[in-house]
């Protein structure tokens, strides 16, 4: 008896849960807007996702609230959702628990990271922050690697924004060489989260970036995210230069 009233306890505060944060205001023009956004049409890799277009703020506010109660069985259940917004706030959830805690859950839950936002929000505070404080240079490396390796783009997508968070330490050198085994990935959206990373890493020493794309051919679009801020003629200049390796 006592079994079942658990059961009917933990079904119960999910339903809550969801039910709170499925309370938003709808805005038509708003999840037409997402769905494009999150490339939800009938010729992309996101044609099947599920897209309410409830607001990232909106879900923020409802992770920093539940957070504290919900156990890992209530993330995942979340997580694994078929509905996109169900899975922001279960990573939103996951950034505010113990970083531990929430890697374990990740690392074993990234075939529902599977979206350049989800990654984005969640991946470099979480897969980043765990192995940086956890592991040195070389494990991380090998770590990174091992990520990269995958068939699934969005797993690959989460080795190359992880990188973020060991560029907010000045690890520079150590990110640049990790991105020579990036820069021939077929995706298009990895080809714009290379070129972000990269302008991430100029931000701290421009120099170093100068030097990677004088001697690494990338594609156009990485290319173009990575100079973006540029001055005009550096960027013609290192543009041509690049052209040609």
């Given at each position: 008896?006592?079994?079942?009233?658990?059961?009917?306890?933990?079904?119960?505060?999910?339903?809550?849960?969801?039910?709170?944060?499925?309370?938003?205001?709808?805005?038509?023009?708003?999840?037409?807007?997402?769905?494009?956004l999150l490339n939800v049409r009938d010729d992309s890799y996101n044609k099947d996702d599920v897209v309410l277009g409830i607001r990232i703020p909106f879900l923020r506010k409802k992770a920093n609230k539940y957070y504290k109660v919900?156990?890992?069985?209530?993330?995942?259940?979340?997580?694994?959702?078929?509905?996109?917004?169900?899975?922001?706030?279960?990573?939103?959830?996951?950034?505010?628990?113990?970083?531990?805690?929430?890697?374990?859950?990740?690392?074993?839950?990234?075939?529902?990271?599977?979206?350049?936002?989800?990654?984005?929000?969640?991946?470099?505070?979480?897969?980043?922050?765990?192995?940086?404080?956890?592991?040195?240079?070389?494990?991380?490396?090998?770590?990174?690697?091992?990520?990269?390796?995958?068939?699934?783009?969005?797993?690959?997508?989460?080795?190359?924004?992880?990188?973020?968070?060991?560029?907010?330490?000045?690890?520079?050198?150590?990110?640049?060489?990790?991105?020579?085994?990036?820069?021939?990935?077929?995706?298009?959206?990895?080809?714009?989260?290379?070129?972000?990373?990269?302008?991430?890493?100029?931000?701290?020493?421009?120099?170093?970036?100068?030097?990677?794309?004088?001697?690494?051919?990338?594609?156009?679009?990485?290319?173009?995210?990575?100079?973006?801020?540029?001055?005009?003629?550096?960027?013609?200049?290192?543009?041509?230069?690049?052209?040609?390796?």
């Amino acid at each position: 008896m006592f079994f079942f009233v658990i059961i009917f306890l933990v079904i119960k505060v999910i339903d809550l849960i969801e039910k709170d944060v499925l309370s938003f205001d709808y805005d038509e023009k708003f999840l037409e807007f997402n769905k494009k956004l999150l490339n939800v049409r009938d010729d992309s890799y996101n044609k099947d996702d599920v897209v309410l277009g409830i607001r990232i703020p909106f879900l923020r506010k409802k992770a920093n609230k539940y957070y504290k109660v919900m156990t890992k069985d209530d993330i995942l259940y979340f997580l694994r959702s078929d509905v996109h917004e169900m899975r922001m706030f279960a990573l939103l959830v996951l950034l505010k628990k113990d970083v531990k805690f929430a890697y374990d859950v990740y690392i074993k839950n990234m075939k529902y990271v599977n979206n350049w936002d989800l990654v984005d929000v969640s991946c470099y505070n979480i897969v980043g922050k765990y192995l940086y404080l956890n592991f040195e240079k070389e494990e991380i490396y090998d770590k990174l690697i091992k990520l990269y390796s995958s068939k699934l783009v969005f797993v690959r997508r989460i080795a190359i924004v992880s990188c973020w968070y060991f560029i907010k330490q000045g690890m520079v050198d150590f990110v640049l060489n990790f991105f020579k085994n990036v820069i021939n990935d077929e995706f298009y959206l990895n080809h714009k989260a290379l070129g972000w990373m990269i302008r991430e890493c100029g931000k701290v020493d421009i120099e170093k970036v100068i030097n990677f794309l004088s001697k690494y051919k990338v594609s156009s679009i990485t290319f173009s995210y990575a100079t973006e801020h540029m001055d005009k003629s550096l960027r013609e200049n290192l543009m041509k230069l690049n052209k040609n390796l």
